[in-house]
């Protein structure tokens, strides 16, 4: 089938600073929305940790996703749970729940609102080898985008018979997707290094 497909970059994101360190959005959806508005319904950042201890804005009626990509810290959810993640482990926690970060650590955050969802899934493929990556949508859900982002390394992967090739930090975000399809992506590790990706999949509930 047909994808709707765009490799983002660094040029495309958007820096934004925060009290404990800096933040990158990479994406937002609808397109023109933003984090600051609050008028998104999803969203994708990267966010580094820069301070031993931090506090989370409140975010009301915003679910987060939230895996560790380098560092390791320890998520204190007050009165609910305490979680340590090293890296490539993650929690998920609701935006208005007092948070507090022990630890630095650069982490991957998924931000969803309304009736939209998602996960992360971690990914890594040994130099010069291919990994195929298939999706099949459960049936009470409405599969609305896959994005692929480069941790570190790269890879290509041929979609639409067109190569998409990626370095470190590129995101790719495939959109309009047919829900009753099962999703199939070769991805090929084109660096001598050790490629780390997260697959972001995001639905309507």
């Known amino acids: 089938m047909k994808y709707n497909v765009e490799l983002l970059n660094q040029e495309n994101y958007k820096p934004t600073f925060w009290s404990g360190g800096m933040a990158t959005e990479l994406t937002t959806y609808p397109l023109n929305s933003d984090y600051a508005s609050k008028n998104f319904l999803w969203r994708l950042g990267v966010a580094k940790i820069d301070i031993p201890e931090s506090t989370f ?3 009301p009626k915003v679910s987060r996703k939230f895996m560790v990509i380098e560092g390791k810290i320890t998520l204190d959810h007050e009165n609910k749970y305490k979680k340590l993640l090293n890296s490539f482990e993650q929690d998920d926690f609701m935006g208005d729940w007092k948070t507090k970060t022990y630890g630095k650590a650069t982490v991957f955050n998924l931000m969803t609102r309304k009736n939209y ?9 040994d130099p010069s080898k291919q990994l195929k990556f298939e999706y099949k949508t459960p049936l009470n859900k409405d599969l609305a985008a896959i994005c692929f982002y480069t941790v570190n390394g790269g890879f290509n992967s041929t979609i639409n018979d067109k190569v998409f090739e990626t370095v470190k930090n590129d995101l790719i975000l495939i959109n309009c997707i047919n829900s009753s399809y099962t999703h199939k992506f070769m991805l090929s590790n084109n660096t001598s290094e050790i490629t ?5 999949i995001i639905y309507r509930n």
């Open 196 to 200: 780390n990706i997260i697959v972001i």
């Open 57 to 59: 804005s409140s975010l």
């Open 117 to 125: 969802n998602g996960e992360l899934l971690h990914l890594n493929i």
